[in-house]
């Protein structure tokens, strides 16, 4: 499944917040820290805790099947008392765009 519009149901399973379910929110985002630029970031309206950084976000194709769409980069808590429980998406196209060498192994 790709990331194709708004909407979009995804969930995450975290090492702090187990599993929890949210909505894509914002498509092809990007952030900077002046140092470092990311581009085609995700952002889903669920809040992760510390320590999700690194899992799975998923969708389900069925009771018995998920579908890997991305790695939970971070997330936003109270940033200028504005902008709350947000988490940032990294894809996984994205990653085979950067990463060389790398196989996907699908099971059916």
Same mark, same amino acid.
């Given at each position: 499944?790709? &990331?194709?519009?708004?909407?979009? #149901? +995804?969930?995450?399973?975290?090492?702090?917040? #187990?599993?929890?379910?949210?909505?894509?929110?914002?498509?092809?985002?990007?952030?900077?820290?002046?140092?470092?630029?990311?581009?085609?970031? &995700?952002?889903?309206? &669920?809040?992760?805790? %510390?320590?999700?950084?690194?899992? %799975?976000? &998923?969708?389900?194709?069925?009771?018995?099947?998920?579908?890997?769409?991305?790695?939970?980069?971070?997330? +936003?808590?109270?940033?200028?008392?504005?902008?709350?429980?947000?988490?940032?998406?990294?894809?996984?196209?994205?990653?085979?765009?950067?990463?060389?060498?790398?196989?996907?192994?699908?099971? %059916?």
């Amino acid at each position: 499944m790709t &990331f194709n519009c708004n909407g979009t #149901h +995804l969930c995450l399973s975290g090492f702090m917040s #187990h599993v929890k379910c949210g909505y894509v929110i914002v498509l092809n985002g990007f952030t900077s820290s002046g140092e470092y630029f990311r581009d085609n970031i &995700f952002v889903a309206d &669920f809040r992760n805790i %510390p320590s999700d950084s690194g899992g %799975p976000i &998923f969708s389900y194709k069925s009771l018995m099947q998920v579908s890997l769409n991305g790695i939970v980069m971070g997330g +936003l808590f109270d940033f200028y008392d504005d902008i709350n429980g947000i988490i940032r998406i990294i894809t996984i196209s994205s990653i085979l765009n950067i990463i060389e060498n790398l196989e996907v192994v699908t099971v %059916p």
